[in-house]
């Protein structure tokens, strides 16, 4: 699975999608919390992606610059983040707003008259 990442999977999984997924769902959960709007994840998971790479290469020697493993680090961040981001707003909307939305799953709500 080295197309995943330069170290392996295991480390692939730990640092990247245990302790950066982590990382990333709880910006995203944090902007949604503040209200800000959605745009402003992908320039903040750009900078946690290049910190995961960082640790990449400073613990296990990994390759620091390429476009390749960054972009991988990036997408799964992004997913981590967007998935935190979606679920506290749904949160938000369904407490905030309970007359007007119902929670139709984790991720979703809709209009209480429809």
Not at 100 to 114: I, N
């Given at each position: 699975m080295t197309w995943l990442s330069d170290d392996g999977f295991r480390v692939f999984l730990a640092l990247t999608?245990?302790?950066?997924?982590?990382?990333?769902?709880?910006?995203?959960?944090?902007?949604?919390?503040?209200?800000?709007?959605?745009?402003?994840?992908?320039?903040?998971i750009a900078l946690l992606a290049a910190a995961v790479r960082f640790f990449h290469y400073a613990l296990f020697d990994g390759?620091?610059?390429?476009?390749?493993?960054?972009l991988v680090v990036y997408i799964v961040l992004l997913a981590a983040a967007s998935l935190g981001f979606r679920f506290?707003?749904?949160?938000?909307?369904?407490?905030q707003y309970r007359w007007?939305?119902?929670?139709?799953?984790?991720?979703?709500?809709?209009?209480?008259?429809?």
């Open positions: 999608v245990i302790l950066g997924g982590g990382a990333a769902f709880l910006g995203g959960r944090g902007l949604a919390r503040s209200w800000k709007p959605f745009g402003r994840i992908f320039f903040y390759e620091l610059l390429s476009l390749y493993y960054y506290m707003r749904t949160t938000q909307m369904v407490t007007l939305y119902e929670r139709t799953s984790p991720l979703t709500w809709r209009d209480r008259g429809a």
